[in-house]
């Protein structure tokens, strides 16, 4: 018989406490930016939450009782500032969440180069500053953790998602480059790769446009809620995922484990 397992067991929701670590939350006014501002406030981190908007960073601030910030993390000068913020607020920085993702959708021999270059700006160009300056950052200090938001677009091909795919496609590369460059240093890095999501801004487009919420075709029969994306990321910002790195965490149903037909209900 083999002996007995006397080794130490970790006391498991203590390591979801997240209690007097300082957070960026990039994108923080509404949507997933918003509900992973709540999450990570409800297990004890202090909250640095910006967004573009200054009423929604305040808004959100308010309800998490956290600090606000405005800043256009497509610009260096400001993501530079945001983490200063963070270090004068709350006196250190131990990880970043960035949310940021919209897209322009079109034929891909139909995109102009303005809707290109904005695509590559909204999803990659603040990725990888945030990457940078954080993840210099965090080296500085001893370790800490990156979280970014992909998607399932970056995984996979849809019909109009040309820009918008092949940027989240850069964005998931560029978070396993990270992770081997700054594992060292005790940095982790990861993204939660979301499939369809009802953010206050899907919802809205789909109002305008008079589309019908439908059942969902993913295994699970739901669509994403906000919710659901900032429980993915508070697990990999907390230690319960302190061996997690260079990782994409898809969450969408399971709608990427289903045979290419079944989403229009053809073959088997």
Known sequence: ???????????YPGLLRLDDRSI??????????????????SVGARVLCVDIDEERAERVAAEV????CVADARERADVSRLLDDADQAFGRLDGVVDILGMARY?????VADDDWDWTFGMVLRHAFLVVQLAGRALAARGGGS???????SGMTSAPLHGAYGAAKAGLLSLVRTAAVELGPSAVRVNAVSPGSTATP???QMQRERG????????PLGRVNQPS??????????????????????????????LYPYALAGVGS
């Open 106 to 110: 079109a034929p891909l021999v139909e």
């Open 201 to 203: 801004r899907v919802v």
């Open 228 to 257: 659901d994306i900032a429980a993915a990321a508070l697990f990999l910002m907390s230690d319960l995922a302190r061996q997690v790195t260079g990782h994409t965490l898809v969450v969408d149903g399971g709608a990427m484990c």
């Open 211 to 218: 589309v019908e919420a439908g059942p969902d075709p993913s």
């Open 1 to 11: 018989m083999e002996g007995v397992d006397d080794s130490p067991v970790p006391a």
């Open 146 to 152: 990156l979280v970014l938001v992909g998607s399932i």
């Open 65 to 68: 009782g956290g600090t606000p």
């Open 24 to 41: 960026v939350v990039v994108g923080a006014g509404q949507g997933i930016g918003r509900q992973t501002a709540h999450a990570l406030a």
